[in-house]
Structure formats: C-alpha cells, structure tokens
C-alpha cells in the first residue's frame, strides 16, 4: 500500500507544484500589471548600434582592428 502511495506522490505532487507556480506566475504578472499602471510603467532605454566586441587575450583575432594594432601585427600585450 505505501508503495502505491509514492509512485501516485511521484506523479501527482511535480503537477501540483507546477499548478501552483502557474498560479503564482499569474497572480504575480497581475499584480505587476496593476502597479506599473500606477506608477507609469518600466522604460528601457536601449542604445544606437552597438559596441564593437572587446579584444581577447587570450585569443588573437586576425581580423580584427584597431588604431593600435593592424591586422596581422603584434599588439603591445603579445609576448612569445
């Protein structure tokens, strides 16, 4: 018998939390809802373009440029 009630807590009790946080998830976006229209809502502020990608170290990108170094030249951190 206390088999039979493991393999049904197994398969009941992950549906039942996953019911509940559901739930949660929507009470909490209702109540997320409600006070941002309150108090004007969220802005984001995204930038123009985007910012060129940073220089590795640890590996050298030949196609990458830069005013300090050409493509193919040592930088000033590279040591052999």
């Known amino acids: 018998m206390s088999g ?6 197994v ?10 946080g559901f739930i ?4 909490t976006a209702a109540l997320f809802n409600l006070v941002a229209s309150m108090v004007g ?3 984001i502020e995204l930038s123009q373009g985007f910012d060129p990608p940073a220089r590795s170290s640890a590996r050298a990108d030949p ?3 830069d005013p300090v170094t050409k ?3 040592r930088g000033p951190g590279f040591h052999s």
């Open 63 to 65: 196609n990458f440029s």
């Open 41 to 43: 809502g969220v802005e």
């Open 71 to 73: 493509p193919g030249e």
């Open 24 to 27: 949660g998830g929507i009470i």
């Open 11 to 20: 398969i009941v009790l992950p549906l039942f939390y996953g019911l509940l």
């Open 4 to 9: 039979e009630i493991g393999v049904a807590a």
